[in-house]
C-alpha cells in the first residue's frame, strides 16, 4: 500500500521517540497497532460484504436464467407434434373443401395455393388441355425400322407419325 522502506521507519521512529518520548512511547505504538486492526477488520469486513453483494446478484442471475430454462423444459414437456399434425391436417381439409364447394375459404395462413385455383371444366368448345407430365427421364423415340433378326415378321412398321403402315 505505501511503500515505505527501512530507512523511512528508521526516521519515524527517531522522531516519534525524541516527540512522545521513551516512557510513553510503548502506549502510542499500542494503541496504534489497536487502530490499525480495527482498521484492517473494518476493512474486510467492507469487502466482505461487498463480495456477498456481488454473489447475491449473481445468484440472482443464475436464478433468473434457472427460471427461463424451466419455463422452457416446461413447454417441451407439453410438446404434442401428433396434436400440432392433426391441427394442421384439418385446417387444409377445411380449405380444400372451401374450395371444392367454392366457398372462401376460412383461414388463409397455412396454403392457400390450393384455395386459389379456380376449378377448370373441360366443355365441348374448348379442347381438352392435358396436365403436364411429371419430370420423367426422356425415353428414345421408337423406330420407324423393322427390327432385324427372329422377331421381323411380328414387327409392324410405323411412320414418322407414329402410325402404322
Known sequence: MFEIGWSELLLIGIVALIAIGPKELPTVL???????????????????????????????????????????????????????VRKEFESTQQQVESAISGEPPADTSSSTAVAAAPAITPSADTPAVEAPAAETPSLPAPSTEAPSGPAAPDAVRHDAEGKPA
Open 30 to 84: 499500542r494503541t496504534v497497532g489497536q487502530w490499525m486492526g480495527k482498521l484492517r477488520r473494518m476493512a474486510s469486513e467492507f469487502q466482505g460484504q461487498f463480495q456477498e453483494a456481488l454473489r447475491e446478484a449473481e445468484m440472482s442471475d443464475l436464478k433468473k436464467q434457472v427460471d427461463e430454462m424451466t419455463t422452457q423444459a416446461q413447454g417441451y414437456a407439453n410438446f404434442d407434434p401428433v396434436g400440432e
